[in-house]
């Protein structure tokens, strides 16, 4: 049974562009680490929204190939970035295991992100932010 | 009875002995009510046999109230068609018996409201800690809604026919003289207790749909957050007194606050961005917002700050935990969810309901 570990917590060098005015925060910071994530993601084949506003969350994208249906929001943390991702995919509810599409999809979002000479020390959760948690190189695998 | 009611008077009972007035009284008294009683069983007979065409002959007022007493004994010999088959006698029972179904009616929306009103709960519930399942049950209502509106577009007359369809259907459940009266009392009584009923529960769906909109949307606001952390542990945690000060400023009313069935299960905005889904406690702070939100959304794990703090809210840092499945439902679910979904009581449950009581992962 292979152990999928959703989340990713890595360093990156982008340049910030949150907008603030002289009050608040107007536009909240990670949008282009989340346009550039979505480049790579598209150049791997799927179909990816542009980046959606969340707010104090983030910035969300969703990924969508023939079969598979992924969510992804990007929190910007600087110098920590934060990726969760969802494995939305209709009508495979039934299956219990964690599906291989969406094991080869972290893989190949891992492997752009090590390839991508902006994203440093890439680790991947199952449990982001639990206290107990080893977290580990790679999203699937022991 | 007749002869009773001729002959009343003081002195001897029907059994032929002194009669003191204490008795007469008290037998006068049950007399009357029994004649007021028949009267107007019989008034309301009487009505029926004139709507139903039927010819009763009553012509005196004894004549009526003899009927009426026969109707309420059941006595065979009444001046009246055997009650079994008698169309007055069927009228009068189905009225009854329609009435009497109005009352089960209300009592069964109630409680079809109830069921549907927790079944809907507990798919929320099971959509909001991303039971796989319920989404796609709504991706797949989703997709029928579409086909059928695909399918109105090329055959707009297949819509006309449904619209017919469902109103003659409604027609039938709603309006006793959509139907004929059926042969037997029995059979008749059956059909009108059935329309009967499905009247009292329109009723009570109006009545709620009508009184609970209001009433759910009035919960707005009533939100509260469950608990906030001491500023001293923010401090311990290395924030800066000021970035406290700001992280203690009201949360912005533009902001996007708390949704409880996230945005990205593709819901309607209709929903998705409305008071039953967007949990926006008033009054809280920025920390209490993001703090509440990281207990009830497990996706959720920071949010950026001005860069004039140089830091940014992180629940790991603060050491934070999450509530469990049930917490994190009952607490992420804005107050006119639970008015609409578990009644006021809930609403109202949630605003006496103190976490720090809850022992465990709840």
């Known amino acids: ?142 | 009875m007749k002869g009773r009611l001729d002959h009343i008077g003081l002195g001897r009972d029907g059994m032929g002995r002194e009669e003191t007035m204490a008795h007469f009284l008290a037998r006068r008294r049950w007399e009357q009510s029994l004649a007021e009683g028949a009267e107007a069983l019989a008034h309301k007979a009487y009505g029926a046999a004139i709507r139903a065409g039927e010819d009763l002959r009553l012509p005196t007022t004894r004549d009526l109230i003899d009927y009426g007493i026969a109707l309420q004994k059941r006595k065979p010999g009444a001046p009246a068609p055997p009650l079994k088959r008698s169309r007055t006698g069927k009228d009068v029972a189905g009225d009854l018996a329609e009435d009497v179904g109005n009352v089960v009616g209300v009592g069964r929306g109630a409680l079809n409201s109830a069921k549907g009103l927790a079944d809907g709960a507990v798919f929320l519930a099971r959509l909001r800690v991303g039971d796989r399942r319920a989404e796609a049950q709504v991706k797949h209502a989703g997709g029928r809604a579409i086909d059928y509106a695909a399918g109105a577009l090329s055959d707009p007359e297949k819509v006309v026919d449904d619209i017919n369809e469902v109103a003659r259907r409604a027609r039938i459940a709603l309006d006793p003289r959509a139907t004929p009266q059926a042969l037997t009392l029995p059979d008749e009584v059956q059909r009108k207790f059935g329309v009967g009923m499905n009247q009292g529960e329109l009723i009570f769906d109006a009545a709620s749909a009508v009184v609970g909109g209001p009433l759910a949307k009035g919960f707005k606001g009533l939100e509260r957050v469950s608990k906030t952390i001491p500023a001293e542990r923010y401090l311990a945690a290395g924030y800066k007194p000021e970035t406290l000060a700001y992280l203690d400023q009201p949360y912005p009313s533009t902001g996007m606050a708390s949704h409880f069935v996230g945005r990205r299960y593709g819901l309607p905005k209709a929903f998705t961005d409305s008071t039953y889904n967007v949990l926006r406690p008033p009054g809280a702070s920025r920390r209490q917002m993001y703090e509440e939100h990281y207990r009830v959304d497990d996706r959720f794990h920071g949010a950026k700050l001005p860069a004039e703090f140089a830091q940014h809210w992180s629940a790991k840092r603060l050491g934070l935990e999450r509530y469990g499945p049930n917490g994190q439902v009952w607490y992420g679910s804005p107050a006119p969810l639970k008015a609409r979904v578990g009644g006021a009581g809930a609403a109202m449950g949630s605003l006496a309901y103190d976490p720090s009581e809850e022992d465990g992962d709840w």
């Open chain 1, 1 to 142: 049974l292979v152990k999928v570990r959703r989340d990713a917590e890595f360093l990156y060098d982008f340049p910030e562009d949150q907008i603030e005015d002289d009050h608040d925060i107007v536009q909240f910071g990670g949008k282009g680490v989340t346009e550039a994530i979505a480049r790579m993601i598209r150049g791997l084949g799927y179909q990816v929204s542009d980046p959606q506003d969340e707010d104090f969350k983030g910035w969300a994208l969703n990924v969508s190939d023939r079969r598979s249906e992924f969510w992804l929001r990007f929190s910007d943390l600087r110098p920590t970035g934060i990726l969760v991702t969802s494995d939305l995919t209709f009508p495979l509810w039934l299956w219990p295991w964690p599906r291989r599409a969406y094991v080869d999809f972290l893989s190949q979002l891992d492997a752009e992100l090590r390839r991508d000479g902006r994203f440093r020390e890439i680790k991947w959760f199952a449990n982001y932010g639990s206290p107990t948690e080893v977290p580990s190189i790679r999203p699937a695998g022991d």
